[in-house]
């Protein structure tokens, strides 16, 4: 099993370009995340999707987009890049039910905006 | 909405000593996880505290849920050069949802060999 995988790995965007980061998860859980980690801010949550054909806001939703394409798949879009949205984003993954929801993160995407 | 405050924000250690990093929370959680961040990595699941009182141990590593389950705590043994990396705590998102986390802000914890 990989587990949870994200790409790309590595992203250097110019203002106003536009993205899709991917991720996928082998281990048929039902929630998905999407988090973005700041120096000294931890882990903010931008969308997650507690079921295959929902999603719905985190802490920090505004200037993204996200989908769940299916069980498997869940992808965030910046339809604008900004400077503010330079960090590093984390997909993650969990069963989702009942109180046996640990996290299970993917590898993160590294996502420069200039 | 719910916070989970994480005290200190980094920790810096001689091999050979302890460590703790503590997570407060201003209401009752109905549990609580860990997870660790190796530099330059991603966040990695340590353990989840459920009941009042739990104190749970991994080898050198010892976690606690306070008795009113509002606090919990982690104390490293001994550290290790492997054991350098963030520590985060984190409890059920805002109104108690099982479906998401907040995490604190995390202990840098770094170790002089």
């Known amino acids: 099993n990989a587990g949870v995988t994200q790409t790309p790995k590595f992203q250097v965007l110019k203002t106003g370009q536009s993205m899709t980061l991917q991720c996928a998860q082998d281990?048929?859980?039902?929630?998905m995340y999407w988090y973005r980690q700041d120096p000294g801010m931890g882990l903010r949550l931008i969308y997650y999707s507690a079921s295959e054909g929902t999603t719905d806001k985190g802490e920090v939703p505004n200037g993204y987009n996200v989908s769940r394409l299916n069980k498997r798949e869940f992808s965030l879009r910046l339809e604008s890049a900004a400077p503010s949205q330079t960090s590093v984003y984390f997909c993650a993954s969990s069963v989702g039910t009942g109180l046996t929801y640990e996290q299970y993160f993917g590898p993160g995407t590294r996502l420069t905006v200039t | 909405g719910q916070q989970v405050m994480q005290i200190p924000q980094y920790q810096h250690v001689q091999e050979g000593e302890d460590f703790t990093t503590y997570c407060n929370s201003s209401?009752?959680?109905?549990?609580i996880q860990w997870y660790k961040q190796r530099p330059g990595g991603h966040p990695v699941f340590l353990i989840q505290?459920?009941?009042?009182?739990e104190v749970k141990k991994q080898k050198r590593l010892t976690f606690q849920f306070g008795e009113a389950k509002k606090n919990s705590s982690l104390h490293i043994t001994a550290t290790q050069t492997t054991d350098v990396g963030t520590y985060f705590c984190a409890g059920p998102g805002s109104g108690g949802s099982n479906y998401k986390l907040t995490f604190g802000k995390g202990t840098l914890l770094t170790v002089n060999p």
């Open positions: 505290l459920v009941k009042s009182g």
């Open positions: 281990m048929n859980h039902n929630s």
């Open positions: 209401t009752t959680l109905s549990n």
